[in-house]
């Protein structure tokens, strides 16, 4: 007997009524949230795509999730994704991160690359689940969430991953 979750998810491309809630999860989820101008504008870029994770079933309709990438030559990134708070540890990010490997090597994209904050262990986790390789390292990239800058908020490395498509 398989049992199935009260509700599953399915990625669909973003649509402009889906800004108001993307930038919700985003202020949920960084220090630096983007506003809906800035999604605008980074979305209108050629080569940007965002897949938002929308929920099934009758009650909590709309994306609970979100990745934005931006391929260029043949290389693809992942500029950010996140997962609304309420609807972490779902395995939304990997649906979103799955999907957008598949449509990248669809696109015959050779390689998709991202920066991640070094003390982010559960995204780590993820990525190297996915195969995604640590390349390069960017010292004291990151602001240490939580701390402001008066408080002597102490930087965080972030670790350059690749993962390769072909």
Sequence with gaps: MKLFREYEFHVLEAQPEDYPVLENIHAQSFDRAWSIDELTSTLAVKGTQCFVANIRGKSGKG????VILRTLAGQSEILTIATDPAYRKRGI???LLEYAIRRLQAERVGQLFLEVAEDNGAA?????SLKFKRIATRKA???NRGRCESEGAEKVNALVMQLELR
């Design 124 to 128: 780590l986790r993820l990525y190297q």
């Design 93 to 95: 990010a990997r649906l």
């Design 63 to 66: 994306a609970k999730g979100f």
């Design 141 to 143: 990239y990151y602001r």
